[in-house]
């Protein structure tokens, strides 16, 4: 199983000069991607610009957005967005693409939070002539435009994953909790009689170093997560905050069939990069 690490570009304290530092430090360590969060009702830099900053600083690792919000997006400007990233970087791109659940996102935008579903699943179907057809976007660094990941948890978002998609793009959780829905995704993909098998990403938080950077990661955690309510308390439980805890969550992801884990940062502190790497060399 391959390991990512995360941006910190919805961490507060994620500046352009701590993301450019943190994309170096990443590309000479362990980690196989780099991968950014999409907000827009909050104090966060656009995914796309930060994989763009991204792109001019690494030379190696893949670039993955965890996921982006398609329908908030026109799906021409998420196409010329999408192919622009992927042109510049080489063809590093992995797009992972999802409905959200945060109403605040679609009201800040002015796009209806209803029919969101059925909106993905038409720009997943039009994304890839987009990008073939050239003509508003520059040319991909693949023939066939990025990877595309389908991110969610219904049966719908699994049929769209297996329709349009190359893999599925799990919203973190336990291993279990992954393994249930790899599960799903395989079940559909061979229900669509897609050849091969899909590439099964996953995604965890993480906060190393202390006192300090565990108490701050969970009231990030909180803050970022104060829409579900109280489960917003689980959510914060589950952050990564040793080593060990580290390592046995990279097990059980791998042991679940996990294809490439992205582990995302909680504290936006440089230091991460390296403490996180440290854990990772243990294994």
Not at 138 to 158: I, K, N, Q
Not at 210 to 226: K, M, N, P, T
Not at 238 to 258: I, K
């Amino acid at each position: 199983m391959r390991v990512g690490i995360g941006l910190p570009n919805t961490v507060p304290g994620g500046s352009g000069s701590l993301i450019a530092a943190w994309c170096e430090d990443a590309e000479a360590g362990p980690f196989t991607s780099l991968g950014v969060l999409d907000r827009v009702a909050f104090d966060s830099s656009d995914p796309f610009g930060a994989l763009g900053v991204a792109g001019a600083v690494t030379d190696r690792v893949a670039l993955v957005t965890m996921v982006v919000i398609g329908p908030l997006r026109a799906t021409a400007l998420l196409a010329k967005q999408a192919a622009s990233v992927d042109a510049l970087s080489g063809g590093r791109l992995v797009l992972g693409l999802s409905i959200g659940a945060r109403e605040e996102d679609y009201d800040a935008i002015g796009v209806p939070h209803r029919g969101r579903g059925d909106r993905l699943s038409d720009q997943l179907a039009d994304l890839r002539d987009l990008w073939e057809g050239q003509r508003i976007a520059p040319a991909p660094g693949r023939t066939r435009g990025p990877a595309l990941l389908v991110g969610g948890s219904s049966g719908e978002a699994f049929a769209r994953a297996a329709r349009n998609g190359d893999g599925y793009v799990h919203g973190g959780g336990p291993p279990r909790a992954f393994a249930a829905a790899a599960s799903n995704a395989l079940a559909a993909w061979e229900d669509f009689e897609r050849p091969g098998r899909p590439e099964l990403w996953g995604q965890g938080y993480f906060a190393l170093g202390g006192d300090d950077a565990v108490a701050a990661g969970e009231r990030y955690l909180l803050d970022y997560y104060a829409f579900t309510g109280p489960f917003a308390e689980k959510i914060a439980a589950l952050n990564l905050t040793s080593a060990r805890a580290v390592l046995d969550f990279v097990r059980g992801y791998e042991d679940a069939g996990c294809d490439e884990l992205v582990l995302l940062p909680t504290v936006a502190s440089l230091d991460q990069v390296g403490r996180l790497a440290d854990a990772l060399g243990r294994l």
